[in-house]
């Protein structure tokens, strides 16, 4: 579990995350909502351990994430951003080994190649392993990053839970890449030992697949808990200033539209 | 199906590389003003180990010239390219020699300072003395370069940006070199003036011994941090949450450099291109992967700066070119093809 409680950071005066508490459970989809400049981002950036929090404290399991050095900290998180740029030519599978560059010295051990050989598999990239990643198609890539950033956290840790931050991980893919990637989280999270924080754009999306939702506005939490609790009516309009209809389908999953 | 490809793709490239410096190095030995072959050659060795003062002319100049000139050429074209692999590494930019960030023109004018200046100064460590001014000089102009990248509007990343700080920079120590020469008294002047021109003449085997070290020395600590360096090729925070510590990888890489191109640029002066260009070269031939770019990165950039060593002493033969004036001449023509292709983005 990851437990947040009264986090704060301040760019200048402003605070972007303004006193959050929240615990996120392991085995369950948390994703994380708001409009521009909510403090999403921000608050990814702080639970990952790349930003330090100004007040508060942000727990893996028992253990303050300040107490962890950046090594240890990558053995059982892995964070997959928005946007990466790469400027030099390299082989698909050279890029997902790096997902095990904190698990070796040296050469990459059996093993290595085996989390990489299986998650490749996972991700349906394996016949790209041969391939320049510089000639990818942006959901290609976004793929690629999706084998890494898996590849990082692939095998359980004894008496540790595995972390895994997503910063709109969708933004390059087509609506059937979508589906297909909240599925496979959905297939990864079985194991129960795996925490998952995601930042998601779409509202539709995170009311169809998640399990819990935080939503953000100014830096604060403005609901936190499950679909039915957070995506109401008052929530929407306070935080997007628009105001939702919402709809169920047959099978109970909820659909907002916005006219 | 397995994913894993089934053979490396920098497989095989280091014994090519290897077997093609000795054959260019054997050449760069015999050619010159006075063309040496293979048999005297032996015999100077021979003659050398048991008794070096039974030496003839023509032994002697092998010995105390041509030797340490070869071997002088093959350190300060691994420390050159090395650099550049090191530095486009560190910028996350494929176009970034050593000498575009400052370190080649700080390190000139850390060695004109101690030329002119030297003497009053009272400052002198035998023969690291010229190296270590011109590391002073070179990670002076390195930092300014980085500082100024790191904190102005323009975007870090972007190639205009960088390039426009370090035309700044280096016209800034460039002017620096000018007016020490300026000021300087003749013979000092003669040899600045042939320090900005890039010359191997210099070359002895003091020389050898501190460039053999730097170079050593400076390629055993950057391959520790080469697979670091790869992580950083997706960007500072990907790299973070590999797990590396981006801060101190950053000040690792940077002394690095500087002092390998320093103490080549201490006893050569400035040769440009050869750090772009080798980069280049090896990535076209197999990958980024930065381990095999610095271990390639020295036996390619010994081959290309003893090819140009020859072309330099043959050209107006029996006198001598600098060999800046040839890497210039064949690397600015590669510099544009390389940016006029596709394989990059800038």
Partial sequence: MLCVDQVTHRAGKKPLVDRVSANFESGQLNLVIGPNGAGKSTLIKLLSGQLRAEAGTIAYDSMDVRSMTYRELAKIRAVLS?????????????VVMMGRYPHFVGRPGAADERACEEVMRF???????DRDY????????????????????????SGKSRYLFLDEPLTFLDIYYQFEFMGKLQELLKVGDLVVVGVVHDLNLAARFADSILLLHQGKVLACGSKAEVLTRENIQTAFRLEPALLRTDDGTMHLVFE | MPAKPLASPYAGIIPILTIALVVIAAFSIRFGAVAIDFNEIASAVAKGWSAPDSLDLVERIFVEIRLPRALACIFVG????????????????????????????????????????????????GPWTLPIAAC??????TACVFLISETAAVNRESTTGLLL?????????????????????????RSITFWSL????????????????????GLVIALRYARQLNALMMGEDEALYLGVHVGRLKLAIIAVNVMIVAVATSITGIISFVGLIVPHLLRLMRGSDNRFLLIGSVFLGAILLTLADIVAR?????????????????????????????????
């Avoid at chain 2, 002073?136 to 102009?141: P, S, T």
């Fill in chain 1, 123 to 129: 991700f349906d990239v394996s016949d790209m392993a």
């Fill in chain 1, 134 to 157: 510089l000639t990818l198609s942006g959901g290609e890539k976004q793929r690629v990053h999706f084998a890494r950033v898996l590849a990082q956290i692939w095998f359980s840790v």
């Fill in chain 2, 314 to 346: 043959l050209v107006l033969k029996p006198a001598e070119l600098p060999i800046g004036i040839v890497t210039s001449a064949v690397g600015a023509p590669v510099f544009i093809m390389l940016l006029r292709s596709r394989r990059y983005r800038f």
């Fill in chain 2, 165 to 189: 700080i370090g035309i700044a920079v280096n016209a800034l120590f460039l002017s620096g070199v000018g007016f020490l020469s300026y000021i300087a008294r003749d013979p000092q002047a």
């Fill in chain 2, 78 to 125: 691994a420390s050159l390219a090395m650099g550049g692999v090191l530095m486009q590494a560190l910028f996350r930019n494929p176009i970034v020699e050593p000498g575009l960030v400052g370190t080649s023109s700080g390190a000139a004018f850390g060695a004109s300072l101690y030329f002119v200046l030297g003497a009053v100064l009272k400052f002198h460590a």
């Fill in chain 2, 198 to 217: 890039g010359t191997l003449s210099g070359a002895n085997w003091r020389a050898v011994l501190v460039l053999g070290i730097a170079t050593t020395v």
């Fill in chain 2, 136 to 141: 002073l000089g070179g990670g002076a102009a």
């Fill in chain 1, 82 to 94: 928005q946007n990466i740029e790469i400027s030099f030519p390299l082989r698909v599978w050279e």
